[in-house]
């Protein structure tokens, strides 16, 4: 589809959301609840005319105990951060899981993006893409919702024990703690390139 066409798919009521979403955003700072190393890139973002963001997480390392792999909703944070971690605070953690199983996991950002146009979506796919988002998409195309999704490719999901025994040692959470934090460090450089090419 060439980019002549792609302007005659617009969302026709796009104003109107972008101000409950303005709303919900508006809410959810005063709450607390959006992650603060974000905030700038979301305001950068939705003082654009023809965009608005949806939901959003900067990225973190958690441990996590799960009734079983992918049970979030019975899922328990044992220690979640949006930052780099020291061993001592996953040490502290870990110590506390008793039941079902324990994992180390990390998350990239994601952030949920609303275009006016097709064009615009577009448009802000290939600038997510080009800063190493590799995993960013248009989640939904129709004339009453264009969504862009932004991701990007770091992950990690470590199993380190089950119903209170611990299958590894200090010296392999460490490691992973190591590896962890090189992530982190990566995806907080990209939503910072982000943050800078939008402005």
């Known amino acids: 589809m060439?980019?002549?066409n792609m302007g005659f798919l617009y969302i026709k009521n796009f104003d109107e959301q972008k101000a409950r979403a303005?709303?919900?955003l508006r809410r959810a700072l005063e709450?607390?609840?959006v992650d603060e190393d974000i905030i700038t890139l979301l305001e950068k973002i939705?003082?654009?005319e023809n965009y608005?963001?949806?939901?959003?997480?900067?990225g973190r390392i958690s441990v996590m105990e799960m009734p079983h792999f992918g049970d979030k909703v019975n899922?328990?944070?044992l220690g979640k951060w949006h930052r780099e971690v020291t061993v001592e605070e996953v040490l502290e953690a870990v110590v506390r899981h008793s039941k079902g199983q324990l994992w180390f996991l990390v998350r990239s950002p994601i952030l949920h993006v609303g275009a006016r146009t097709l064009e615009d979506a577009v448009k802000l796919l290939n600038l997510a893409i080009g800063l190493g988002f590799?995993?960013?998409n248009i989640k939904s195309v129709s004339h009453k919702k264009l969504l862009v999704e932004i991701r990007s490719t770091e992950r990690m999901d470590v199993p380190l024990g089950s119903d209170g025994e611990l299958w590894v040692d200090e010296a392999y959470i460490e490691k992973i703690v190591t590896?962890?934090?090189d992530q982190l460090r990566r995806f907080k450089r990209k939503l910072k390139r982000l943050e800078e090419e939008i402005e």
């Open 2 to 4: 060439g980019s002549e």
């Open 22 to 24: 303005m709303e919900g």
């Open 31 to 33: 709450e607390g609840k």
């Open 46 to 48: 939705n003082a654009l």
């Open 52 to 58: 608005f963001t949806t939901s959003s997480c900067s």
């Open 75 to 77: 899922s328990v944070w």
């Open 134 to 136: 590799k995993y960013s």
């Open 179 to 181: 590896i962890a934090n």
